[in-house]
């Protein structure tokens, strides 16, 4: 049975070493491994890293792929979107995980180092703000308001939650986010003050979402943002804040993703090939695994909607035709939808 990820790390990290014969290990990364007798005469090694966001939908891919491909030893990193692409353009990983698309400064380094890459979307999140359970002022926040909080003016400054709205208590306003490693920070920032990295660095930054679910879970007066799935897999110690961005209060849910009416947190979330290593037959057994429709609910499962069918038929034919580059030519995916960015290049 795949293990799920709780935000308790000594009770994880116990679980899984116990699990260690089955080759489930983890410290900051999960390793998946098992013994050779898929018929290929050696054991395979893929190595991927990259977004914490994404990191559920690789792990539980993972673990369900070594079971129809025992041959394969799939090492699973968190080192943040931007940590990830460093590494894959620098060609020391196979798959870079990001929970954005590549931006104008990876694109050049993996350019300097000859690297091509082939994105592949592979699910979709809402990035979704939370507070203590015990808050029971805050439902709703606007994208106003968000951007009031967390801008690079508001440090040291906005430090209460009456600074907020004036019917909030005065009471100090603690926060809790990824760190600028993040492609959840990047896409955040982008959506709600108007450009990546942008935001006040007095908070409590992590590129480790369960450590965000920590603090706000330990702190009522705390506030943090992280990826969809980890709200999901947290939810009886955290309050969801629904936004409002001019269409009323709306709440992350896999129907409002889906349609992208949860806006302007909506996003893709994205796997990254080296070219060079996607006619491997463990490197694409592993990409067309992600987007095979018989496991499209392990994305389910671990809190991450689906790409509709139609979407999965243009990326999984991108793919087939090691179409190199980003659909995404801004590199922002806050501008345009995945649907249309596909759209426009085909």
């Known amino acids: 049975m795949r293990h799920q990820f709780s935000g308790k790390y000594p009770a994880k990290w116990a679980a899984l070493t116990l699990l260690i014969l089955l080759g489930l290990t983890a410290c900051r990364k999960t390793e998946t491994s098992a013994q050779n007798r898929g018929g290929r005469g050696d054991i395979n090694n893929l190595s991927v890293d990259g977004s914490s966001t994404v990191f559920p939908i690789s792990e539980a891919m993972a673990e369900e792929f070594m079971k129809i491909n025992p041959g394969v030893k799939v090492t699973i990193g968190i080192s943040g979107s931007g940590g990830g692409f460093e590494k894959f353009c620098q060609g020391e990983i196979d798959i870079s995980n990001a929970s954005r698309a590549i931006d104008v400064t990876e694109r050049e380094l993996c350019e300097e180092n000859g690297i091509e890459y082939i994105e592949i979307p592979i699910a979709l999140d809402g990035i979704s703000v939370v507070v203590h359970p015990n808050n029971d002022f805050v439902q709703c926040l606007s994208v106003e308001e968000l951007k009031r909080i967390w801008e690079p003016a508001a440090e040291g400054k906005i430090v209460n939650w009456n600074q907020i709205r004036s019917t ?177 290049e085909n």
Do not use: M, W
């Open 168 to 344: 909030f208590p005065n009471r100090p306003l603690r926060l809790f986010g990824p760190g600028t490693d993040s492609g959840t920070h990047d896409y955040f920032t982008a959506a709600l003050v108007g450009q990546e990295q942008q935001s006040r660095g007095d908070y409590t930054a992590s590129e480790d979402d369960n450590i965000i679910v920590q603090g706000v879970a330990a702190d009522a007066e705390g506030l943090g943002f992280f990826g969809y799935s980890y709200y999901q897999e947290n939810k009886n110690k955290l309050k969801l804040v629904e936004i409002d961005s001019g269409e009323g209060c709306i709440a992350p849910t896999p129907s409002t993703i889906a349609d992208n009416s949860y806006q302007p947190l909506s996003r893709p979330e994205f796997i990254y090939i080296n070219k060079s290593q996607a006619d491997r037959p463990d490197v694409k057994a592993f990409v067309e695994f992600h987007l095979n429709p018989e496991y499209q609910y392990l994305i389910s499962e671990v809190g991450y909607v689906p790409l509709p069918e139609s979407v999965i038929k243009v990326v999984r034919n991108r793919y087939q035709q090691r179409k190199v580059g980003s659909v995404f030519k801004s590199g922002s995916t806050v501008e345009i939808n995945l649907h249309d960015a596909l759209k426009v």
